[in-house]
């Protein structure tokens, strides 16, 4: 089995971080994996991207022309990425910046005002990011949580660990969102 | 020593493998010049080498850089700079001065873009650069072209290695895709012995003879003698040390060449041409000196094509007709720079050249 995923969003949103939590997740769960980000003239408060790929088998392409699950964390993000979106794939879509959606009929969509729950219930829009992953996660079931939980400890530097247990909670928040209630 | 990364399954990208690799093969001397997408390296030997009680210069050319690793592998100690394509332009004079020195000098070259400043992204334009060199004279630089993370941690061991071993300066060279991707590796003991250099190393004259390493031959008769010299030790290393990576080439009409980051797209290409029913194999260069030359000219004698796939405007595709000598056609498939063509786009092509 091989799969790919792409999270895009502004500079800033931790979309890189995201990537690297995801990739070091499918490590931990025995999978091979790459993580390659969008690079060149990058900038904070322009688009930022990531692809992660997970197999059984050697991975090949770091980077393909489609992806099976699409995280989009803003609007632009939302139009350049809707066509990038593999057929029967998903995209997670944070509707608190991605408002104006167009719908394809041959995928999945999950909507979620992810920025504007990162708010009311942690207090900080900086953890949209990682509900999206437990979003992302929950959607796949792909991933465990544990192993969520420990490439977020593998990832977050150790001058930042006293915001370890906020990302743990966004992880949980994300994980145990009610896919049906879409 | 680095205790925390040796023994261990990480992720990380592809130029902190390298340098976390050149720290555990024993680099006493980091000295280089910053420059996208190698700049990872720097960075970390600027705390690493620190840390360690190593030396750490951040030099202020390239040129200064690779003069300075020259000066400091005539000590015997082990010591590299790392750069890019334009920067690594810049090199050429110490590389060529370095090869006739016999100096064991490590260069991490991560092509990006090029000719000229060129641009940022991952490219193999420098195959020309790394094995025909453009700096004077005859020489030859061995290089090795790692294709996956856990490949640039073992090759720059074997680098710093092969470097001793054969008194060479030796390039590992990666491109922007492996330098910024991320993948888990294992940082293993490193498996070679080290080297003896104490018959040569300028160490200080104390109870010897003064010693002096230096390029410059005045008499026709002596530059002779010392070229002679210099061949068979690249034959040597022909003979002992050309590397390279095949997957079912014993049965295939096509055999697929490739190297680095692009032969990761070109193995799966070949996986879906083998369910297409078309026999494709893969010839994955790991030396790209020394070339493997001979084993290209034993399977010329059965395979019906050779395809080359690289991110460049042809290059390696030279050396592979030169191998093949005629007995099959040579095709290319490649793209000018960027990120390897997609598997699906490879197996297209192929089945238009087949």
């Keep these: 089995m091989e799969k790919s995923f ?34 060149g003239a990058e900038m904070r408060g322009g688009t930022v991207n990531c692809s992660v790929k997970m197999s059984d088998t050697e991975i090949g392409s770091v980077q393909d022309s489609t992806s099976d699950y699409i995280i989009v964390l803003n609007q632009a993000s939302f139009d350049r990425f809707l066509p990038s979106v593999s057929k029967n794939g998903t995209i997670i879509v ?21 920025t504007q729950t990162a ?64 | 020593m680095v205790e925390c990364l040796k023994d261990k399954k990480v992720l990380t990208k592809g130029n902190y493998a390298i340098a976390n690799a050149a720290v555990l093969a024993g680099c006493q001397c980091y000295f280089g010049y910053p420059i996208t997408p190698q700049s990872e390296i720097g ?50 004079e110490g ?30 334009g420098d195959y020309f650069q790394a094995t025909k060199g453009g700096g004077d004279g005859d020489y030859k630089l061995i290089v090795l072209a790692p294709s996956t993370v856990q490949e640039c941690a073992d090759l720059t061991y074997k680098a710093f290695y092969l470097a001793q071993k054969y008194r060479n300066p030796t390039v590992l060279l990666a491109d922007g895709m492996l330098g910024q991707m ?26 010897r003879k003064g010693r002096i390493i230096r390029s410059y031959a005045p008499l026709a008769s002596d530059r002779c003698e010392f070229l002679e010299k210099l061949y068979k030790k690249y034959k040597l290393i022909e ?37 297409k029913g078309i026999k494709a194999g893969v010839l994955r260069p790991i030396t790209l000196f020394p070339f493997p030359h001979k084993r290209l000219f034993e399977l010329s004698k059965k395979v019906k094509k050779f395809i080359t796939v690289e991110v460049n405007m042809g290059q390696m595709v030279n050396d592979v007709r030169l191998a093949v000598n ?10 000018p720079v960027g990120i390897p063509p997609a598997p699906e786009e490879i197996v297209k092509q192929i089945e238009e050249l087949i």
């Design chain 2, 43 to 92: 960075e970390f030997m600027s705390g690493k080498m620190q840390e360690l009680g190593r030396a750490y210069v951040s030099a202020e050319s390239e040129l200064a850089a690779i003069n300075m690793v020259i000066g400091a592998v005539s000590t015997g100690v082990k010591a590299m700079t790392s750069s890019s394509s334009c920067a690594v332009a810049l090199m050429q």
């Design chain 1, 6 to 39: 792409l999270i895009a969003g502004f500079g800033g949103q931790g979309v890189l971080l995201a990537g690297e939590v995801l990739a070091n997740a499918f490590m931990y769960a025995g999978k091979n994996v790459t993580w390659y980000p969008s690079y």
């Design chain 2, 239 to 275: 003979e002992n040390e050309t590397e390279w990576e095949e997957i079912g080439v014993e049965d295939a009409d096509v055999v697929l060449v490739s190297f680095g980051g692009t032969a990761r797209n070109v193995k799966i290409a070949a996986k879906m041409c083998r369910e």
């Design chain 2, 182 to 207: 991320m993948e888990p590796v294992e940082y293993k003991q490193n498996p070679y012995p080290e080297i003896d250099n104490s018959n040569w190393a300028l160490t200080g004259a104390k109870g």
């Design chain 2, 326 to 335: 005629g007995n099959a056609p040579v095709e290319l498939i490649h793209k």
């Design chain 1, 119 to 182: 708010d009311e219930k942690l207090n900080s829009t900086k953890m949209t990011n990682i509900i999206a992953l437990g979003i992302l996660a929950r959607a796949t079931g792909l991933l465990d949580l544990k192993d969520l939980e420990k490439a977020l400890d593998t990832v977050i530097p150790p001058h930042r660990k006293n915001l370890l247990p906020l990302n743990l909670q966004a992880l949980k928040i994300g994980y145990e969102y009610d896919l049906l209630h879409v």
């Design chain 1, 94 to 114: 944070n509707t608190s910046l991605a408002s104006d959606t167009k719908v394809r009929d041959d995928i999945n969509y999950v909507f979620f005002p992810i």
């Design chain 2, 95 to 124: 590389l060529s001065y370095a090869a006739a020195d016999e100096l064991p000098v490590v260069l991490v070259s991560v092509m990006r873009g090029g000719p000229g400043l060129g641009n940022i992204y991952p490219s193999q």
